[in-house]
């Protein structure tokens, strides 16, 4: 790889290598879609002739164009890039950019991945590095942020590595009983099936990296435990890697209890999204409570993604930031009214003080002279 850069015109000249024509129509896909891709999601201009790149744009932009251009290109060693991961490299070069001064200084995870029987997961951008090596270090992990940010499928995927690498002995996933707009009484069998459906992320990134057959037989024996968090009451979990998911649905006194059955030896992943709670009205959750809690205690670790980190179609950032947006405002809005109806309330409490503080109009009495 050689690059010229003048920075002045903010313009990167650089090679790619080794020159093979079959990679390089990999890189930039029929008629060049993956290209224009590129320039429309970055904001930058790219001309290519053969292996020989030229990216205009803003610095940052530029930086993230090359780096991005090298990664697919590195992929397209091991097979052929699709759309998709283009669009997953493009999420990680939005991450990379906000975080340039960060990694200038040293402060990069370099090359995390996930070892599973059946695949290599590879975490995309800073956060879902940080959150991995997070994982590894802590015993108490907690990943909060919007779907598709790959919070729940990386937990599961460090649980089966640490289960394969014998460092526990059982993977536990547990999710609280609360509906999302349905009711769980409809549903056919016990409260653990009755949660099944709700677990189906977990089932499907489990039979990806051990196969169906697999988890069915660690099922069975155990190994793998699908639990309603009910259940996890006057239990002590020892050696254990622990999930609970959807963990914005707990209340405070169930997010207590889970959080002090960790035993030793175990590892505990909390996933959630405190903008999608289930819970009755006036029902605080306990995900939003435990992060005023343990703010400040020290051997636990927090990860939070936002909206650039969601790794799945284009438009569900764009539809989490639209969400984000919307709220803020609408939460200004009832900031306004609430000041509003405050000054009203003191204009009419300030009226009725000055009444009653009127002096009585006293009624003159005849007198003889």
């Given at each position: 790889?050689?690059?010229?850069?003048?920075?002045?015109?903010?313009?990167?000249?650089?090679?790619?290598?080794?020159?093979?024509?079959?990679?390089?129509?990999?890189?930039?896909?029929?008629?060049?879609?993956?290209?224009?891709?590129?320039?429309?999601?970055l904001g930058v201009t790219l001309r290519n002739r053969g292996n020989d790149f030229q990216i205009a744009g803003p610095a940052a932009a530029v930086k993230a164009t090359a780096n991005v251009l090298e990664h697919l290109y590195r992929e397209t060693g091991a097979g052929e890039v699709d759309a998709?991961?283009?669009?997953?490299?493009?999420?990680?070069?939005?991450?990379?950019?906000?975080?340039?001064?960060?990694?200038d200084q040293g402060a990069t995870y370099g090359d995390v991945v996930i070892r599973t029987p059946k695949v290599l997961v590879r975490p995309r951008g800073f956060n879902q590095q940080g959150y991995v090596t997070e994982m590894r270090n802590h015993d108490i992990n907690f990943g909060i942020g919007p779907a598709g940010t790959g919070k729940t499928y990386l937990a599961v995927a460090a649980a089966v590595e640490a289960l394969n690498n014998n460092e526990v002995r059982r993977i536990l996933l547990v999710r609280p009983a609360v509906e999302a707009g349905e009711k769980l009484g409809f549903l056919p069998g016990d409260l653990a099936q009755k949660i099944d459906p709700y677990l189906r992320p977990l089932y499907d990134a489990l039979y990806e990296m051990l196969g169906f057959e697999h988890v069915n037989k660690m099922i069975e024996r155990q190994i793998i435990e699908i639990a309603p968090l009910a259940y996890m009451r006057g239990r002590t979990?020892?050696?254990?890697?622990?999930?609970?998911?959807e963990s914005q649905?707990?209340?405070?006194?169930?997010?207590?209890?889970?959080?002090?059955?960790?035993?030793?030896?175990?590892?505990?992943?909390?996933?959630?999204?405190?903008?999608?709670?289930?819970?009755?009205?006036?029902?605080?959750?306990g995900l939003a409570h435990v992060m005023e809690v343990l703010k400040d205690t020290p051997g636990i670790s927090i990860t939070r993604f936002l909206a650039k980190d969601v790794v799945r179609h284009p438009l569900v950032q764009r539809i989490v930031e639209a969400y984000d947006t919307f709220e803020a405002a609408e939460e200004q809005q009832e900031g306004e009214r609430r000041e509003q109806r405050q000054a009203e309330r003191e204009a009419r409490m300030a009226a009725l003080n000055a009444q009653s503080n009127v002096p009585p109009v006293s009624t003159p009495t005849g007198g003889s002279q």
């Open positions: 790889m050689s690059h010229q850069s003048q920075q002045a015109n903010r313009i990167l000249n650089m090679t790619l290598e080794p020159a093979d024509p079959q990679r390089l129509a990999s890189l930039t896909g029929q008629r060049d879609e993956h290209l224009k891709l590129i320039e429309s999601r998709e991961t283009v669009h997953l490299f493009l999420q990680e070069s939005g991450v990379e950019a906000l975080v340039e001064a960060a990694e979990l020892n050696n254990a890697y622990i999930i609970l998911d649905n707990t209340t405070r006194e169930q997010m207590k209890m889970f959080l002090t059955r960790i035993g030793f030896g175990s590892t505990a992943v909390i996933t959630g999204d405190v903008s999608q709670v289930d819970l009755p009205r006036g029902t605080q959750s």
